[in-house]
């Protein structure tokens, strides 16, 4: 309930409201703009960007260091140009890159639920400053316009409408691009839509998590997961078989578990459409389970044979939960057979995980939020290179091994983190 | 002198344990504002019970890590009202838990129901055997619950918990595999059995071939990865060996960490503080009523927490405490008999029985699981003619193989050097090659085992401890004996070379430094008469109609199975009664 007289005319609509706070959720703000222990939407959440530390900002409707002031078009110039009120630039770290393929209704349902759902707070925004030329904002323009491709998402006419909201919540509020597509020497992303060349939501490593490719390919993307089990693992953050780790299963916990069923179907309908935007050789015909039961891994495993390198630390670590045969176990344990993120080219998530531990999110209707845990205090570089090469050679995976420096690497990130 | 007065709630739970996650989840459905105030830390799998470091025996089973700290709070302990008691100084017969989920973390997980006779002991042996077969000093009571009127809580916990197991009577018809004698069920078990090992295989074969009828003990530890109705996930057991004693690492043991608190925690009419020592139940000048209760913070200060609704779930030995030091009931007096809180306290009887194979027939016992096993249970309850036997009671006979850790769990022969070259031969002989055949059976109220305030030691909060008077009956070694003579039979008949009986003898004495189980019960008894109960047959205390107590403290004396799933059964059955008349209109539930 606001205190402060509000900017626009007259207050929006309780439904309006509604509608914006369910936008704000699939567009998951709050992950940026509410800090650990922070009040909602208050900001000073430092942003680890490839740039510099980035500080979230006050996005309440607090009228001396929120957004109390701004009217809707100036919230809409934010979100569709990247540009503040008082006229300075945003780096991309908000993704307007994104967000700027809202319609104008979105635009104005999130804008009210800014203005009259969330609970103005008091909080000064944390200066960001980055050094020179970064620092520089308006320099801002020349990268957007370089590499910022403006406009609200215009519907395909020759695919459903089930097909075009799923790109429009993928392109705009879920804006999935802005991690799992590659970027270039400026930062920008290398595609921003399907129709922009191989590279859209091909994959991308960020922060030591590895954002897996969603198009279609067979080993590392989409290709071997149906629709509902897309859904499902926005819904709970787990299917059968995977588990979302890291970055991911905050997404999930925050924003996608709140998405309808409708909004989630379609955002499977359009991933599932995307074409495989790597080359990865002639498959293998095995199904999961088959590859990894044949294995002559699951077999030395199973007798407590560790002649193979790295199969010692797996079973002393690993194998209470993922089995002789990488199996683990339905909807609990993630199958390391086939697994998409297992057979990522960058390791960086898989070494990130088994040094600093990851667990599922508990959402509403997979309360459980299985947690592995973390093994870097008991393992060094080399045993961790050892136990996921290990993994990534047997079962059914054919990904390259993983070496000593690989590990070392993420290992001093995280502790500097 | 109160430091703090926290807003009044709704309901507050004193304890939050496997009952106090059952009534936090109950009441918050049915709207109210719950505090669960609990004097542990707060714990989860991750990372307290994380893998490796979990299983480390020294740690959990030998140090006690997970369990209650005796230097702190602990009870005194004497075998007769003649004998002076002395404090339990260190953790040995039974191992009282502490903090978030209680002993619901390191239970084995071993699920039963109860005989449907045993709730109605006295009633049911005065028919059969008639009055005069209960001896001098005895005093079984009826529990004034029926097994028909509990069924569905039963059934209730078992899914909340995904119990494995096969049913043996289902609505009345015997079922091949499962438990013949036990009192019927609607449906089947949420999962089936966990897969035997060997030396439960041959117990069952030997079993068999002797006339009795054995089947899975029912376990929760999950079978098969498992969702129970609240949406809570467990993961299969993968029979690690590392069970009673320590937090599972793999989801797969049903706790209140991985069956109730996932959904719990996030209600928002529902708020948990650990670290809150409750030392009083504050009543209201008329003594007849309880306004809130008194706790202890982490910083030392008093705090008054007002409710409209107390509910003890602190564990059988403190919720009698808090009852006895609150005033709630009139304390139990041996001398004249008069009296309720704190009598009829019981314990478990446990007997046993080494086998010692070959080495040609390995048993591995470390492939174990907390409650994975085959049992029998043709002498248990009154499954058998006790006219010519002269005691009543009985107890399961089975292997239950739950681990082969070195320090707790090396059966080796008797007479073997503790330490050298001729321990490690014997281990190198026997550790792979042995399994046990144990009995687990009731033991009868008596009007010499009760609980009362020790008049001399305290508490770290300078609270009197409670006073324990226990000491094995006549009745009750002849029961083991003859159990156990029994299971000696069947021991012989399972192909080892040797075997060696463990069982009590009379005139032996309760020994409080070897572990037994940690099933106490009694002191606060429910039943239908006021003037041999706490509580009624709902669990609602007869003095204080507000107040309402939980778990194995409400048992008037014990049954033969493991007491859990009979204390979460009551648990459900009493919430159901507060959710469905208590809530509309409070006051007592059954006219004293």
Known sequence: ?417 | MVDIQQPPVDAVLVGFGWTGAIMGMELTEAGLKVVALERGENRDTYPDFAYPRIADELTYGIRHKLFQNLARETLTIRHSPRDRALPYRQLGSFLPGTGVGGGGVHWNGQHWRVLPEELRLKSHITERYGKRFMPDGMTIQDFGVSYEELEPYFDQFERVCGTSGKAGNLNGTIVEGGNPFEGQRAREFPLPPLADVYGASLFASAAKNLGYHPFSEPASNASRPYTNPYGAQLAPCNFCGYCERFGCYRYAKASPQTTILPVLLKKPNFELRTQSQVVRINLDSSGKRATGVTYLDAQGRTVYQPAELVVLCAYQLNNTRLLLQSGIGKPYNPATGQGVVGRNYTYQMTGGVLVFFDQDKPMNPFIGSGAGGQVIDDLNGDHFDHAPLGFIGGGYIGVIQTGGRPIQQMMLPKGTPQWGAPWKQAIKDHYLYTVNVQTHGTVMAHRDNYLDLDPTYRDVFGQPLLRMTFDWKENDIRMTQFVTTKAKEIAEAMGGKSIEVKMKQFGEHYDTRIYQTTHNVGGAAMGEDPRSSVVNRFLQAWDAPNVFVMGSSVFPQNIGYNPMGLAGALAYWSAQAIRTVYLKTPGPLVPA
């Not at chain 1, 790295?310 to 670590?317: K, Q």
């Not at chain 1, 990534?392 to 091994?401: C, E, I, M, Q, S």
Request: proline share 6%; charged share 20%.
């Open chain 1, 1 to 417: 309930m606001a205190t402060c007289p509000r900017a626009q005319a007259a207050p929006a609509s309780p439904e309006r409201v509604r509608r914006g706070a369910y936008l704000a959720r699939a567009g998951d703000c709050t992950a940026c703009h509410t800090a650990r222990e922070g009040q909602p939407f208050a900001g000073g959440l430092p942003v680890a960007t490839p740039i510099g530390r980035i500080y979230s900002t006050n996005i309440t409707p607090d009228l001396e260091t929120g957004i109390g002031r701004y009217r809707g078009d100036d919230f809409v110039k934010v979100m569709r140009e990247g540009v503040a009120k008082d006229g300075h630039r945003l780096y991309p770290a908000m993704p307007y890159t994104s967000y700027a393929r809202l319609s104008q209704e979105d635009l104005l349902a999130l804008y009210a639920y800014f203005m009259q759902g969330v609970k103005p707070v008091r909080n000064p925004n944390h200066p960001t400053q980055l050094s020179w030329p970064l620092g520089v904002r308006s320099l801002m323009a020349v990268w957007n316009a370089l590499y910022f491709k403006k406009g609200e998402y215009t519907a395909d006419p020759n695919k459903s409408a089930l097909w075009n909201r799923g790109a429009y919540l993928v392109q705009g509020l879920g804006h999935c691009g802005e991690c799992h597509t590659p970027r270039g020497v400026a930062g920008q992303e290398k595609a921003v839509s399907e129709q922009n060349g191989r590279h859209y939501l091909a994959g991308a490593t960020l922060d030591n998590w590895q954002a897996s490719p969603l198009t279609g390919d067979r080993v590392t993307g989409l290709q071997a997961w149906s629709k509902d089990e897309l859904v499902e693992f926005l819904r709970t953050g787990r299917t059968a078989r995977v588990a979302a780790l890291g970055v991911m299963a905050e997404v999930v916990g925050k924003s996608t578990q709140y998405l309808t069923d409708q909004d989630l179907m379609a955002i499977a309908e359009y991933l599932k459409s995307l074409p495989p935007s790597h080359d990865e050789g002639q498959g293998h015909a095995d199904s999961a389970r088959q590859a990894s039961a044949a294995s002559a891994a699951t077999l030395a495993l199973r007798v407590g044979d560790t002649g193979m390198r790295g199969s010692r630390v797996y079973l002393d670590n690993c194998n209470a939960c993922h089995r002789s045969d990488g199996s683990g176990a339905n909807r609990t344990f993630p199958n390391l057979a086939k697994n998409e993120a297992v057979n990522a080219k960058d390791p960086s998530s898989l070494i990130h995980i088994v040094l600093a531990g990851s667990s599922m999110p508990s959402t509403q209707t997979a309360p459980s939020a299985f947690a592995m845990p973390d093994f870097g205090w008991r393992l060094s570089d080399a045993e961790v290179a050892d136990v996921l090469s290990l993994v990534r050679g047997n079962w059914g995976n054919h990904a390259a091994a993983v070496s000593r420096d690989e590990v070392g690497r993420v290992r001093k990130t995280l502790a500097i983190q």
